[in-house]
């Protein structure tokens, strides 16, 4: 079965700390995707990887960064958390090249910067 | 940018009762998705239509696709108290890239009385 793995359930971290947010899947997939989720605004798309070290910026990149130093494992970065940072992290995985295939998602960080 | 918005935001229905839910996009897809989400949790894959598919069938889910007209619709049957969650649609656009990045809406919350 596929598995998309976070590295935290919930994190709290203070206004101005370098956060990092850690996604492993294990199916061997291509594409690797960040998102946040806020209340009312369904998933916004923060960043994607379709290759080791390649990234693209997606909707809300403002404040983020993102690693692809390996396959499985695609990191997410705050440089400097700010308190509008506060949300529900998402990320995901698919296989490359075909269509029609569904994403997998973690079960997400939770994330609190105060 | 959201693609997909659902209708209704929220629903509430007595277990046994039909529940069915709406999304409307805005351009030419390969596909539409549906997810599941429980509470705190992450998204979990329902059902994928193709473009050049009306309607498909899993189990109690039955999903519609209107090219023409922009619109999907997903009507879970028989509805029990486990199916209390949020129901999100994606999009697969035509001009996402190979990593086929999707679209999602706000999601519909979906409450099933006991």
């Known amino acids: 079965d596929v598995k998309v793995t976070q590295s935290s359930r919930y994190l709290v971290k203070r206004t101005g700390e370098k956060v990092f947010l850690e996604c492993v899947q294990d199916?061997?997939?291509?594409?690797m995707f960040w998102y946040r989720q806020d209340p009312g605004l369904g998933l916004r798309l923060i960043y994607f990887?379709?290759?080791?070290?390649?990234?693209e910026k997606g909707d809300i990149p403002e404040g983020y960064s993102v690693s692809r130093e390996k396959k499985e494992r695609f990191s997410l970065i705050l440089e400097s958390a700010s308190t509008n940072q506060t949300s529900m992290y998402l990320c995901?995985?698919?296989?490359?090249?075909?269509?029609?295939?569904?994403?997998?998602f973690g079960d997400g960080t939770r994330l609190s910067i105060l | 940018s959201q693609q997909g918005e659902e209708d209704p935001q929220a629903l509430s229905i007595q277990e046994g009762e039909n529940a069915t839910m709406n999304c409307s996009y805005k351009?030419?897809?390969?596909?539409l998705q549906w997810y599941r989400q429980n509470s705190g949790r992450g998204l979990v894959h329902l059902i994928l239509?193709?473009?050049?598919?009306r309607e498909k069938h899993s189990g109690r889910l039955r999903v519609t696709l209107d090219t023409s007209k922009k619109s999907s619709s997903l009507l879970i049957t028989a509805s029990r108290a486990a199916d209390t969650a949020s129901y999100f649609c994606?999009?697969?656009?035509?001009?996402?890239?190979?990593?086929?990045?999707?679209?999602f809406g706000s999601g519909t919350q979906l409450t099933v009385l006991p």
């Open positions: 990887s379709y290759d080791v070290k390649m990234k």
């Open positions: 351009t030419s897809i390969n596909n």
């Open positions: 239509i193709r473009s050049n598919e």
């Open positions: 995901a995985s698919s296989p490359t090249g075909r269509r029609n295939q569904p994403q997998h």
């Open positions: 199916m061997d997939h291509e594409n």
């Open positions: 994606a999009t697969d656009p035509i001009s996402s890239g190979s990593a086929r990045q999707l679209t």
